[in-house]
Structure formats: structure tokens, C-alpha cells
């Protein structure tokens, strides 16, 4: 009989023993020939056979035993770990693979084994140390890069993988994969001109790679070299003429220049696609709104539109035709919409794409008319003056902004509008205007007693300020009853706790905040970075306050207090 003959038997008879609850013969040890060896290698193999058959409570045992007669063996130890974790046995597995690292330290794939049981029972920050441990074994692998980077991405601290993938693209400066990732990483951060560089390699390496000409014309745009990403737009859209994401994109880099035409052909492509969401309507609308196009702007608008912005751009383009509008006017003050709800969901990203001054300068032109209709008629627009606050917040002009909610409160419809005071609050707090900041986020709280935002809104204002700490906390702990999981709720009350010098639960419910998230945040990462510095971890503290700035150059608080650190003598 061949020896391929006799191991295919031999495997047939094992796969119908699996079924049947006995012990396999060579699991009982001969005292007078078996050597630890050989009983070691026969657990090992009922082990392999128990597992691949789902019985993994044996397999565990049968592993247990391979280690009793070799410890070193490195092998089953690994199937042992990772079949504590399929029992859901997590600490038992965790401790074996602590070991395991401890007796082989050099061994890199250990080390990403140790990680992966890390995080898997929530000790994050150790196990991306793991992971970076094994990165500095292998470094020439970039396969041994993988386990950190998923870690990093998956804890949302895009600055530290960028920073990884920076590294990959200088050791393979020649693949175009590792420096394309590098260039994304940077995207994701919003290091727009370091991104554009980067993706101008990845052509010059590809020059075919339609995605990085779309991203790279992107990073142009969002750095401010408008005019420079026009070509590469088209030359996209010449390829992928389906994409609908670039489309919009790109017909905002065309008004963001002046070319509101252009802009307003690819959006109107982009309606005749598949799959228009209301939001593209609305954006097609606005833009025809402005650039002079009164009778399209009504045709898309009537085709699908939030109800008071909708009613809002079809009243402000009837009077561009010399309609009449009053009636118009009056009947969104009491239209059954949530006016702030329709402004987050498709104004604020309007506004974000065709650029807060570029689009927001126009609109405001395009309403003053209608505007100065209402304060002649003696009651003014509490639609109209919101949204004017609105759009002057997306231009962080704080002070106009307090004067339009200002006189939307001063309406009848207005004066009990929870939102317009929750935004003037938030106004007066950018401004440093404490009292009428308070006094007004009391005022949307009582006006919306269970909404948990109202309750975020001033718990975090107390908490920056520094006072009331015990209602701040109590409003949060209501508003996480409410979203447990809640990002922003999360930090507010870990900013609580970090102000009332509860310092390792501070920690925990930052760094949750963090994770939560769906974006790497600066204002959150500073918040860990004042946490670290009174926990006397200044190093990690300095290290957080550098991902602040790196996310938001503009963030000058985290950037003082890092270059303070690194300016003080080093004990």
C-alpha cells in the first residue's frame, strides 16, 4: 500500500472517530516506550482534530496536555491561545500568551498574538504597543505593519497611521499602493497640501490611477488651489463620468471659482443619474438660486426638498421674477419642520462644499430682499434671520450671527424656538460671553427638558467654565441614560470628571469618546492630552497635544501647552 493511500485511511477513519465520544488510543501513554515527544505530538494532533471538528472544549485539553510534556513548544501554545479566545475564555488566553512572549520576546508574530488578545479585552493602548513591538522586529515585512495599522484605524488615531504609512511609503518609495495610502492617510487628516503632494507621486509612479487624480484634484481644492484642480477634475470625469460623489465635487470646485455655470451643468447631470438623494436637489437648487437661474431653481426644488429651506429658496426666486411672496413667507414660520434639523442635514453640508464664504456671501445677498420685505411689513422672518445665523456660523462670524438669532427670538414664532437659543448660546461661548452663554442654553433646556443634546449643551458649558460641576454631571449622566454611546456625551462627562480631579475615570470615558467617533477629533485629543498632563504622564500628554495640532492647525490652546513642554527642561 503507498504512503499517500495510507495517510488518506488514516484520515477518513479520525474524521469518523470525531464524531464518537472516545479517547483516541495515543492519548494513553506507553510508561515503558512513549517518549514526551512523541505523547506531545499525539495531543497536538487530537487537538488539530478536535478543533477543525468544532469541539473546541477538547481541543483546549488536548492542547494543555501537548504543553505539559513540551512547554516550549511554540506551535500548540499559539492553537492554545487561540482556542481559549473561541471558548470565549479571553483572560486565560491573554495570560498564555503573555508568556509565550515572555519566553520567545524575539519572535514577532507572538507579539501581534499578545496584541490581539489585548484588544480583544479592552486594554487598547497595550496592545498597540504590542503591535508596535512587532513592527520593530520585523520592519523590512509590511505585512507586520497590518495588525497596527487595523488597530490605529479601528481607534480612530488617523494621525499616528498616517505617520505609519509615511514610513512604508519612504521604505517602498517605488509602489505606488504604499504611497497612494500615505496620501490618503493624510486626506483623512485634513493635511490637504501634504496630501496633494503625495497623490502627484502616486501619478507620476501610475499615471493611470484614476483615484488618485480624483483625490489629488480634492486635496488641491480643499488647500486652496482651486483653479489648479479644475483639469484633473475633468479628466476624471472623462473616465468616470458615473461617479456621482465626484460630480458634486467637482461642481463645487467649478462655483468656488467663479464658474457657477459649470457648476451648475455637472450638478444637473448628476440629477439625471440614478439615485438622487434630496440632498443633491437641494444643492442644485441653491446653486441655480444664485447664479441667476430663478425658474430652474423652482423646477428642482418643487421636485424634492426639505420643507422650510425648500419653501425658502422657491420664495426667494419667485421674487427674482417679480412674483409675489408675502403669503409664501408666512406660511413657513408655521411649517411643521424642525428648521435647525433641515439646516445640519443639508445647509451645513451645502455650505461646507461650496465653501462657507464663496456660497454663504451669495445667499445672504439673495436674501436681504426678502428680508427688507418682512422688517417693512413690521414683523421680520424668523426662517429668514435662523438661517442668515446659521450661514454666519458656518463663517465663524459670531458676533452677525448673534444678531440674526437675535432677531429671530424677537419674532412670535421665535422667541420659544429651543434652537435659536441653543445656537445664540453657542455663539455667545465662542465669543467668551459668559452670562447670556448660560442663560440662554438654561433657556433651551427648559424648553426641551428630555433632550439630551440641550443637556450636553450646558453640562459642557459648565464643565469649560469650571463651575457647577455637580449639575453638569448630572445632566450628562441623564443624557447617557439616554445614548450611552454618544462620542460627545462621553467626553463631556470624562471633561466633568477630569475638572472635579476624577482622573482615571476621566480617562476611561475620553478615550471611549475617542473610539466612538466616526473621525480622528482635535478637540477631543487635546482633552487626553490635559488628562495625561495632570496624571503627571506628560510624554503621552505631549504626544496627544501634537495630534491636536495635527488635526487642526489652528488650534492654538494644545499647540502653546506643546511647545511649552518641549521648551522645559528635560529631567
Given at each position: 500500500?503507498?504512503?499517500?493511500?495510507?495517510?488518506?485511511?488514516?484520515?477518513?477513519?479520525?474524521?469518523?472517530?470525531?464524531?464518537?465520544?472516545?479517547?483516541?488510543?495515543?492519548?494513553?501513554?506507553?510508561?515503558?516506550?512513549?517518549?514526551?515527544?512523541?505523547?506531545?505530538?499525539?495531543?497536538?494532533?487530537?487537538?488539530?482534530?478536535?478543533?477543525?471538528?468544532?469541539?473546541?472544549?477538547?481541543?483546549?485539553?488536548?492542547?494543555?496536555?501537548?504543553?505539559?510534556?513540551?512547554?516550549?513548544?511554540?506551535?500548540?501554545?499559539?492553537?492554545?491561545?487561540?482556542?481559549?479566545?473561541?471558548?470565549?475564555?479571553?483572560?486565560?488566553?491573554?495570560?498564555?500568551?503573555?508568556?509565550?512572549?515572555?519566553?520567545?520576546?524575539?519572535?514577532?508574530?507572538?507579539?501581534?498574538?499578545?496584541?490581539?488578545?489585548?484588544?480583544?479585552?479592552?486594554?487598547?493602548?497595550?496592545?498597540?504597543?504590542?503591535?508596535?513591538?512587532?513592527?520593530?522586529?520585523?520592519?523590512?515585512?509590511?505585512?507586520?505593519?497590518?495588525?497596527?495599522?487595523?488597530?490605529?484605524?479601528?481607534?480612530?488615531d488617523y494621525v499616528a497611521a498616517a505617520e505609519v504609512y509615511e514610513k512604508l511609503a519612504a521604505q517602498y518609495p517605488d509602489q505606488p499602493a504604499f504611497v497612494f495610502q500615505h496620501a490618503l492617510s493624510l486626506f483623512r487628516i485634513g493635511d490637504y497640501e501634504a496630501a496633494a503632494a503625495a497623490f502627484t507621486k502616486v501619478l507620476e509612479l501610475q499615471p493611470a490611477f484614476a483615484r488618485a487624480r480624483y483625490l489629488l484634484a480634492t486635496s488641491l481644492m480643499e488647500s486652496g488651489r482651486v483653479a489648479d484642480s479644475l483639469p484633473l477634475f475633468l479628466q476624471y470625469l472623462q473616465s468616470q463620468a458615473m461617479d456621482t460623489q465626484a460630480l458634486g465635487v467637482a461642481a463645487a470646485a467649478f462655483f468656488r471659482n467663479g464658474s457657477l455655470g459649470d457648476a451648475f451643468h455637472l450638478l444637473q447631470i448628476r440629477l439625471a443619474l440614478q439615485d438622487a438623494e434630496p440632498d443633491d436637489f437641494f444643492k442644485a437648487a441653491l446653486v441655480a438660486l444664485v447664479s441667476g437661474q430663478a425658474e430652474e431653481a423652482i423646477k428642482i426644488i418643487d421636485a424634492a426638498s426639505p420643507p422650510v429651506l425648500g419653501g425658502l429658496i422657491r420664495a426667494i426666486a419667485a421674487r427674482a421674477l417679480g412674483q409675489q411672496t408675502p403669503g409664501d413667507i408666512a406660511s413657513l414660520e408655521t411649517a411643521d419642520s424642525n428648521l435647525n434639523d433641515e439646516c445640519d442635514a443639508v445647509l451645513q453640508p451645502a455650505l461646507v462644499l461650496f465653501g462657507p464664504r464663496e456660497m454663504g456671501d451669495r445667499l445672504l445677498n439673495a436674501l436681504e430682499p426678502l428680508r427688507g420685505e418682512s422688517a417693512g411689513n413690521g414683523i421680520p422672518s424668523r426662517v429668514i434671520a435662523f438661517t442668515r445665523g446659521r450661514i454666519f456660523m458656518a463663517q465663524d462670524a459670531y458676533p452677525l450671527a448673534v444678531e440674526a438669532f437675535q432677531e429671530a427670538l424677537s419674532t412670535p414664532s421665535g422667541q420659544d424656538d429651543p434652537w435659536a437659543h441653543s445656537n445664540i448660546a453657542y455663539c455667545f461661548q465662542k465669543l467668551e460671553q459668559w452670562d447670556p452663554a448660560e442663560r440662554h442654553h438654561r433657556r433651551a433646556l427648559e424648553l426641551m427638558p428630555d433632550n439630551p443634546d440641550m443637556m450636553n449643551n450646558l453640562g459642557y458649558f459648565l464643565a469649560e467654565r469650571n463651575i457647577k460641576l455637580n449639575e453638569a454631571e448630572d445632566l450628562l449622566q441623564r443624557a447617557l441614560k439616554t445614548e450611552p454611546d454618544n462620542p460627545f456625551y462621553l467626553d463631556s462627562l470624562g471633561w466633568i470628571y477630569y475638572r472635579k480631579g476624577r482622573l482615571e475615570e476621566a480617562l476611561h470615558l475620553v478615550r471611549k469618546a475617542v473610539y466612538g467617533m466616526t473621525h480622528d477629533d482635535a478637540e477631543l485629543r487635546e482633552h487626553l492630552g490635559d488628562i495625561y498632563a495632570a496624571m503627571g504622564d506628560m510624554p503621552r500628554a505631549a504626544e496627544e497635544w501634537r495630534r491636536a495640532v495635527r488635526l487642526d492647525k489652528k488650534r492654538e490652546t494644545a499647540r502653546q501647552k506643546l511647545e511649552q513642554y518641549q521648551s522645559a527642561p528635560k529631567k
Open positions: 500500500m503507498s504512503l499517500t493511500v495510507l495517510t488518506a485511511g488514516i484520515l477518513w477513519g479520525c474524521s469518523l472517530l470525531g464524531n464518537l465520544d472516545i479517547e483516541f488510543p495515543w492519548q494513553y501513554q506507553s510508561a515503558a516506550k512513549a517518549t514526551e515527544a512523541s505523547s506531545a505530538y499525539a495531543h497536538f494532533l487530537a487537538g488539530v482534530i478536535y478543533e477543525r471538528r468544532g469541539m473546541v472544549d477538547r481541543a483546549v485539553a488536548q492542547y494543555e496536555k501537548t504543553l505539559s510534556h513540551d512547554p516550549d513548544a511554540i506551535t500548540p501554545a499559539v492553537k492554545l491561545v487561540r482556542s481559549l479566545r473561541r471558548q470565549g475564555n479571553a483572560e486565560k488566553s491573554l495570560n498564555i500568551a503573555r508568556q509565550i512572549v515572555n519566553a520567545h520576546p524575539q519572535n514577532p508574530d507572538l507579539w501581534v498574538l499578545l496584541g490581539e488578545g489585548l484588544y480583544q479585552t479592552g486594554r487598547h493602548e497595550e496592545a498597540l504597543e504590542a503591535f508596535k513591538k512587532a513592527v520593530e522586529l520585523n520592519p523590512a515585512d509590511p505585512t507586520s505593519y497590518a495588525p497596527l495599522l487595523e488597530a490605529q484605524e479601528s481607534m480612530n
